[in-house]
């Protein structure tokens, strides 16, 4: 019934957008909150020239190139690896096992960021559009 070939494989390009944008918008909210306190409240003691104000940039930023899809594959990367650093520096002391340790957010924003590093932003994105006209001229 579900064969290689299939109308549903016309809808993965499209369904990567869709996932793309949504995982950008939860990531996005990390950045505006601590930089003017919405959806939720400023960390404690937030000063934008520290290791958290730089995160809060690379949140915004990061989060709205890959919410459009324009320069996906270097914003995700970036994006990836902040998770990475912000989960090596934070987690292990609290035990090996990120279920344990309270990193599962930082794990899986770091592997579904790298994922679309890999990937690419799909159909709906300033990439693929940019890809199309350099294709035909």
Do not use: C
Not at 4 to 32: C, D, F, N
Not at 48 to 67: D, H, K, P, Q, T
Request: aromatic residues 16%; hydrophobic residues 50%; glycine residues 10%.
């Amino acid at each position: 019934m579900f064969g290689p070939e299939t109308e549903l494989t016309g809808w993965a390009s499209k369904l990567q957008s869709i996932v793309r944008i949504l995982l950008a918008l939860l990531y996005m909210q990390h950045g505006l909150s601590k930089y003017i306190g919405f959806p939720g409240p400023p960390p404690a003691n937030f000063h934008a020239f520290s290791l958290l104000g730089l995160a809060g940039v690379i949140e915004i930023v990061g989060s709205l190139l890959v919410l459009v899809g324009l320069f996906t594959r270097p914003a995700a990367f970036i994006i990836s690896g902040e998770m990475a650093v912000a989960y090596f520096m934070n987690r292990p002391p609290r035990g090996f096992f990120p279920l344990l340790n309270g990193g599962e957010l930082e794990a899986t924003y770091s592997l579904f960021f790298f994922t679309f590093f890999l990937i690419g932003a799909g159909e709906w994105s300033f990439d693929q559009l940019k890809y199309r006209r350099n294709r035909h001229i």
